[in-house]
């Protein structure tokens, strides 16, 4: 082999100065970072300022961002659009904002850096939150001329909720404020007794000019009252490594890998702490003890496994482990609940209602959620706590969840990888929120769940009918009431067993504390059908006559009757129909705006996709529509 001349006299192969320098590369160490803030603060631009200073820009992408910015600006001495080099979307470069976030990788003699391009505008919250879930640093970018906006404060939060504790708060633009001292000065300390109660570690406030490089990279000539870093010094300096070695073991169970008959083991990603071969460890929530085998990837078995290594554990003993399993070791059990106290960042554009049902992922593990109570919401303009019963968009909030099923987390505070969550559209598959969990809400020890000696089958078969529910969903003057009503009168002559829920008279009584928005309608839904669900346990025929306006809803009661017992019946009249009729005057009322939150008004109604049965009142009589209930009824041999 080839030997090389060093200084000192020594020798040193090819090889070896190779693997030094992989070494050396390996040592700088990597830092994951963010920049964020509100619309139009030049976190693109000084995104790119840090590439192109860094010599990281190659002469086409040079050539070609002069192009596009002599495009967009014409007159003479125009600066290059550094921010090119970062908004790649087509409808980015021509709006002139960022949408998506963007990944760039760069690295100095000191450090190596993936950086993440975050939007500013409102509606890309979720993008911002998605970017800095991953990132362990955030640069914080206000416009000198504007100070902190609303969108700085929500993104101050974000970062605080999502766990990251240490900022650099560049204040941008300095140019176009004649590099102002008291100016700069000011907005920090707005920042910074506005950032207090956050617990953010350490603010690294810099002036900075990023489309002239201001105390980017080299320091700035214009700032002579400036003594501290500048913005890439601080990013090669920084501290934000923490003790992995002392995370307790988690090891969420992505799948069961059997290949062949003489092979099962349990396949993942080490989400924090370590594995050994021989370690006892714990499947939860089934809380069974085994110990581990072997640690087997596809490039042989491993001595011991790590935060972020994919493996698959084998174990001497037989047990059944599954997706959504959660791997620990005994000494230290993660929390095990159905009940989970939680802040939530809300990102849909339809609000977040109480009582109704979500999908929720944890990991590997999925279930279905509802929120059964917001407990308040997060100003973010004073970090006060505001009374609400909803989350709009880009809302933060503290709520508590119920779960089907137990779901084995850790605080989010304590363990991200295991603590954060997201909620689901159960209809859309759209994610509607992140989630970071707080503790677990226990039950009261002294509620159990009664065993009873008869059961649903056995009242049925006394009353000689099989129950089920009928739910008639529809606008107001629709007819829903009539033709069930209409129904009972059938099956009664017919010596069956029957009740009847009706919207008007359940707010007389067990609903009468509920008003009309969305959220008090999702809970007047969610209480009939709990309601119903006792009177099918009864061995009744029971008649659910409910405008039910939400899809959602109507497949909440559907699933916690059960399918076999659960009949959707549509009445499918016009909203012109029903206006017409106005029985009760309360379209006219509605249309004069003295009655809120109308459906089909100023209220959406949401049509069955696949109901069981379809009435058309405008075809039949109440009375024939009744008998093709009943002609249902038979076909199911209800009656």
Known sequence: MAHLDVVGGTQQSAGDRIA????AEEDRGLLRFLTCGSVDDGKSTLIGRLLYDSQLVFEDQLQNIEKESKRRNASPGAEIDLSLLVDGLQAEREQGITIDVAYRYFSTPRRKFIVADTPGHVQYTRNMATGASNCDFGVLLIDARQGVLTQTRRHACILSLLGIKKVALAVNKMDLIDFDHERFQAIVDDFEAFARPLGFDSIEAIPVSALKGDNVTTPSAHMQWYHGPTLLGHLETVDVDRARDSDPLRFPVQWVNRPHLDFRGVSGTVASGRVEPGDEVVIHPSRKRVHVARIVTADGDLDAATEGDAVTLTFTEEVDASRGDVIAKPDADPSIADQIAAKLIWFDEEAMLPGRTYGIRCGTQSAAATVSSLKYKLNVDNLDHVAGKTLEMNEVGLCNLNMTKPLVFDPYAENAAVGSFILIDRFTNATVAAGMAEFGLRRATNVKWQELSVDKSSRASLKGQKPCVLWFTGLSG??????????????????????????DNIRHGLNKDLGFTDADRVENIRRIAEAARLFVDAGLIVMVSFISPFRSERRM????????EFIEVYVDTPLEVCEARDPKGLYRKARAGLIKNF????????????????LNTSELTPEALADRVLAELRLRQVV
């Open 478 to 503: 629709s007819g829903k009431s009539t033709i069930a009503n209409a129904c009972e009168k059938r099956l009664h002559a017919l010596g069956r067993h029957t009740y009847m829920l009706d919207g």
């Open 557 to 564: 009661a559907r699933e916690l009757v059960g399918q076999d």
């Open 20 to 23: 030094a320098r992989l070494v």
């Open 599 to 614: 459906t089909g008004i100023d209220s959406a109604y949401e049509r069955p996709e696949s109901p069981e049965l379809d």
